[in-house]
T-cell receptor, first 111, second 112 residues
Framework: ETGVTQTPRHLVMGMTNKKSLKCEQHLGHNAMYWYKQSAKKPLELMFVYNFKEQTENNSVPSRFSPECPNSSHLFLHLHTLQPEDSALYLC??????????FGEGSRLTVL | AQSVTQLGSHVSVSEGALVLLRCNYSSSVPPYLFWYVQYPNQGLQLLLKYTTGATLVKGINGFEAEFKKSETSFHLTKPSAHMSDAAEYFCAAGYNNNDMRFGAGTRLTVKP
């Protein structure tokens, strides 16, 4: 595999469930990102990791919990979400040039 | 605050017509500038980018964009639209490695 891979592609969960989104990059990049894409809104940066260290938390509610065990993997742990959290969650990676390489996204529906 | 504005959330053109998607950024220091395309149920794919040097940048699929510092603009163009160009297009400005600002996107429709 090459590029940025996200799993699962689709996820439906209840408000009391706990689930996780996974992202893996095969590009040797040092930075990884989570973005939220909702209809009719700009992409919202959620978290940034540089060399496994979290460098940005963009005022994201604590029901979203990121984890970066190494520079190739990034997780987004989800618990007690709200229906308004339904969105496409995009993972991306980059090197120092700032160009982002995106995965295909995980479409989350919260019932 | 630094921001990116895309004028027009929807643009419709006929096949073979010129495509023009507008993007303006707000910053006294020119950022790195990008255009991404998103097809349905997919992530964003880089079309082209401007970092330094030549202000007219050519990208994939026949698209190009021109950086105009005096107008703080980075409009995307393609001389002749193809049906396969129908997608959502995002302009983005990168101010450092961690600060990438995206516009709200422009949905391009191409009519036969």
């Amino acid at each position: 595999e090459t590029g940025v891979t996200q799993t699962p592609r689709h996820l439906v969960m209840g408000m009391t469930n706990k689930k996780s989104l996974k992202c893996e990059q095969h590009l040797g990049h040092n930075a990884m990102y989570w973005y939220k894409q909702s209809a009719k809104k700009p992409l919202e940066l959620m978290f940034v990791y540089n060399f496994k260290e979290q460098t940005e938390n963009n005022s994201v509610p604590s029901r979203f919990s990121p984890e970066c065990p190494n520079s190739s993997h990034l997780f987004l742990h989800l618990h007690t979400l709200q229906p308004e959290d339904s969105a496409l969650y995009l993972c991306a990676s980059s090197q120092l040039t700032g160009e982002l390489f995106f995965g295909e996204g995980s479409r989350l529906t919260v019932l | 605050a630094q921001s990116v504005t895309q004028l027009g959330s929807h643009v419709s053109v006929s096949e073979g017509a010129l495509v023009l998607l507008r993007c303006n950024y707000s910053s006294s220091v020119p950022p790195y500038l990008f255009w991404y395309v998103q097809y349905p149920n997919q992530g964003l794919q880089l079309l082209l980018k401007y970092t330094t040097g030549a202000t007219l940048v050519k990208g994939i699929n026949g698209f190009e964009a021109e950086f105009k510092k005096s107008e703080t603009s980075f409009h995307l163009t393609k001389p002749s639209a193809h049906m396969s160009d129908a997608a959502e297009y995002f302009c983005a400005a990168g101010y450092n490695n961690n600060d990438m600002r995206f516009g709200a996107g422009t949905r391009l429709t191409v009519k036969p």
